[in-house]
Structure formats: structure tokens, C-alpha cells
């Protein structure tokens, strides 16, 4: 998977361009057929935490259709905030999947009637 990285007041290192790819591939196994049109990541030192010493922000966006899957994070640790990103971006990921076929089975009608409670009867 091509990923666009882009690093903000920080230098983008070999290391940091691995981690991120390496931490990337592994979504593609909960991807799966899902079409992809866009993927970035953006790594940063931010600057607004004087007092608590150096905080590192890791963002990951993965446009694909009919939604941008976007999830943030910040840690004291880089690689630690890169983990986080790819945890919580499989969750999307699994959430996003679960949608789309929740959709597709309502469409075909495989919920059973449409009255409020989804029963089995054929209410309509």
C-alpha cells in the first residue's frame, strides 16, 4: 500500500518511514477487497507542551469509499503513538466493514421484516 508520510517539526528518518509502513501493512489484513483511494500519515513533535517535555502526535487517514477514516494520537513516545494509530485504526477499519455489510443485508432484506423491533415476522 502506497502511503503518503508527512513529518512536522521533526525529521523523517529511514527508521520512522519503515515503522510506519511496517505498521501500515499490517492493516491490509483487515482491509482485505475494501477499496482504497488515499492513505496518509502524518507524524509531529508538537510544539504546545512546553512543560511536559516533548509530545509526539501520530495521525492516520485512509479515505475510502463513502468515508475518511481518521484517527489521532499523541504520546511521549513516536513509535508508541504509531502503535496507537494502527490499534485504533483496525477497530475503524472492522467498524467501517461491519457497516457496509449490516447495509448490504438490510437492503436484501435479510433482517427480517421492517417494523421496529427487526422480528422475523412478516410485519409490512
Known amino acids: 500500500m502506497r502511503i503518503n508520510i508527512k513529518a512536522t517539526n521533526i525529521e523523517l528518518t529511514d527508521k520512522i518511514k519503515d515503522y510506519v509502513q511496517e ?3 499490517v492493516l491490509e ?4 477487497k475494501v477499496q482504497i483511494f488515499n492513505v496518509s500519515f502524518e507524524v509531529e513533535l508538537t ?6 517535555g516533548e509530545i ?4 492516520m487517514n485512509l479515505e475510502v469509499p463513502g ?5 489521532e494520537k499523541t504520546e511521549k513516545d513516536l513509535f508508541k503513538a504509531i502503535d496507537k494509530v494502527k ?3 483496525a477497530t475503524a477499519i472492522k467498524k467501517y466493514k461491519e457497516k457496509k ?6 437492503e436484501a432484506g435479510l433482517f427480517g421484516c421492517s417494523c421496529c423491533c427487526n422480528c422475523d415476522k412478516n410485519c409490512d
Not at 489484513?29 to 482485505?32: R, S
Not at 510544539?47 to 511536559?52: A, D, E, G, Y
Not at 509526539?56 to 495521525?59: G, K, V
Not at 468515508?67 to 484517527?71: A, Q, Y
Open 23 to 25: 505498521k501500515v501493512d
Open 101 to 106: 455489510i449490516d447495509k448490504k443485508k438490510k
Open 87 to 89: 490499534d485504533h485504526m
Open 56 to 59: 509526539y502526535r501520530a495521525e
Open 47 to 52: 510544539t504546545n507542551h512546553h512543560l511536559k
Open 29 to 32: 489484513k483487515f482491509l482485505e
Open 67 to 71: 468515508e475518511l477514516l481518521r484517527v
